[in-house]
Structures are given as structure tokens and as C-alpha cells.
């Protein structure tokens, strides 16, 4: 049924990373109102990062392995070792340093395009 809608890599893929960025954005709501509040510029751009790289995270994923186990998977060991345990490298939101946006938003990107390559792929078969 998700293949036989009109479009389904240009117009689905782009609303799926949409609403994932979005709820992301609102369970990050606080955060981000506080970041506005203080003027604190690099905190709210680390949360803008993480919050465009957990819906590519998922999406391409999902689209490579077919299920959401292997999103899962990821998404807890990179969380557990970044912002829980304050590991530098994987703290993608920020919370203990300014995130690293110069490397997670080209990263998020490369994900889009990666699961844009797959999806389109999936269709051609």
C-alpha cells in the first residue's frame, strides 16, 4: 500500500523526515525554549542537529532493513554513549559540549539521500 500512493520517493520520504523533525522538535520543545531564552546560539544549533539526524537516522534505517529493530539498536547505543554518558564524539544534541553540528547535519543529510537511493531502488524491484 506505501508503494501504490502517487510519488512515493518524493513526496513520502520528505513528509516522513518532516514529521519525524517535527516531533522531535516538540519533545525537545523545553530545551529549545530555554536555548531561545538564554540567547544560548550553539545549544540551540547542536538541538537543530539532533534533531534533523534522529528522523534521517530512522529513515534510512528503516528503509535498508525493512523493520525499526535496527533504528532501535543504534539509536540507544548512540544515545547511551553521547548525551547519557558524555562521551564527546556521539553527544549529538549537545548536551555536554556544542554537539558537533559540522559533522552531524552533512551526516544527516548523506542519510536522506542514502535511504532516497534505497527507496527508489525498492520501487525499481
Known sequence: MTFSSASPVWRQLPAQRLAGFIVTLLMAGGAVLRFV??????GLIALLSGAILIPSLALATGVWSGTSKLFEILYMVIWY?????????????????????????PFSMAL????F?????????
Open 117 to 125: 537511493f534505497g527507496r527508489s531502488r525498492q520501487l525499481r524491484n
Open 37 to 42: 531564552i538564554d540567547g544560548d546560539t550553539i
Open 112 to 115: 536522506s539521500a542514502f535511504a
Open 81 to 105: 554513549l553521547g548525551p547519557l554518558n558524555k562521551v564527546p564524539g556521539p553527544d549529538f544534541i549537545g548536551s555536554h559540549g556544542n554537539g558537533y553540528p559540522q559533522f552531524f547535519i
